[in-house]
């Protein structure tokens, strides 16, 4: 049951694939209190997940665009306003993709093609994103505009390769585009540095399965849900948060302020019989290439 938290507000979400995806939930939470919006990915994307099926779940239209292109996100916001009859109210950008990643390439050796590519989908599609809203004057006042993140963009974590690099670019372009933005026309914009996610993307990362674990135990409140992760979301576009800009939120159950808790401490504890070079073995194997 809805609040009517967004009646009245237009909306575009970037990235719901499946009902796995935070997008998606996203999406659905956005119609619960009372918004209209238009969904977008990449056409392949499109043809492989099921975003259609949510869509005709809302009720509304599915506008095929890939962010890293300009003419298809020009394209995205004038029908997006036109299907939603005004200006765009708040975006979710719920984007990242790294071949690096897909392809086991270790840190210390990426294939530097593929870090382009890492880049643009992850993070600099973001600031097209914003650019041609800005000169489209595509987003209403008080705008919202969110985007994901992850806590690997301030700590190192083991497999998360170039997407930390991705995240940690990601959050700079909140922080420069929101003050240009919020100075010109009180726009809005942050990013949530959301818990380890079972999502489609999170499960492409190395040892996801453990570092899943290790949010768990880390964390007070435990990891942070895709579910509630949408209510955060929803808390963002709505107007109970009109003065909150360029901050990175973080949406991890206190992870992020954590050294060591005592689950965590428990369990290393009864592997200390048990001594390893665990880095040596794991660098080791990744860096056997074919």
Known sequence: MGNNLLKGKRGIIFGALNPDSIAWKVAERAH??????????VPVALRMGETQILA?????????????????????????????????????????????????RHYSDLNYSYLDKTLDVSAVSFHKILQTARKLDAINEWGSVVALSYV???????????????????????????????????????????????????NGVKGFDRLLDFGERMSPLGNATGEECADYC?????????????????????????????????????????????????????????
């Not at 036109?82 to 109210?89: A, F, R, Y």
């Not at 949530?192 to 999502?199: D, G, H, L, M």
């Not at 992870?255 to 369990?267: K, Y």
Request: hydrophobic share 35%; glycine share 8%.
């Open 152 to 202: 690997a963009a301030q700590r190192t974590f083991s497999g998360y390769n170039d997407m930390a690099d991705a995240k940690a670019l990601l959050e700079s372009i909140a922080r420069s585009f929101g003050y240009i933005y919020g100075r010109e026309r009180r726009v809005r914009i942050n990013t949530i540095s959301q818990s380890p996610t079972v999502t489609t993307a999170g």
């Open 56 to 104: 005709d779940k809302l009720g509304t239209e599915v506008i095929g665009a890939d962010a890293t292109n300009i003419d298809d996100l020009n394209n995205l916001f004038i029908k997006s306003m036109e299907i939603l009859g005004g200006k765009i109210d708040f975006i979710l950008h719920s984007i990242g993709m790294s071949p690096n990643v897909r392809k086991e």
């Open 32 to 41: 619960e209190e009372g918004a209209t919006l238009t969904l977008t990915n």
């Open 234 to 290: 929803i808390t963002l576009f709505s107007d109970l948060t009109k003065k909150v800009t360029m901050q990175n939120l973080f949406h991890d159950g206190g992870f992020s302020n954590m050294g060591m808790s005592l689950r965590a401490l428990q369990q290393y504890e009864k592997g200390l019989n048990h001594d390893c070079d665990c880095d040596l073995d794991v660098d080791a194997e990744e860096h056997k290439f074919d």
